[in-house]
């Protein structure tokens, strides 16, 4: 059963640190877009 699509975009700012952006393609993936967000947070 498909739930649904986390696309994460990496992006390298002009100080050379990297940036990313998360996007969901339904509500119903959301608990897993938070996860990946405060894991990348720690890196």
Same mark, same amino acid.
């Given at each position: 059963?498909? %739930?649904g &699509? %986390? &696309?994460i975009s /990496?992006? #390298?700012n002009s100080n050379d640190d990297v940036d990313f #952006? /998360?996007?969901t393609d339904n $509500? $119903? %993936?959301l608990p897993v877009s938070y996860v990946i967000e $405060? &894991?990348?947070k720690l890196y």
């Open positions: 059963m498909y %739930v &699509t %986390v &696309t /990496i992006f #390298k #952006k /998360i996007n $509500d $119903d %993936v $405060d &894991t990348l």
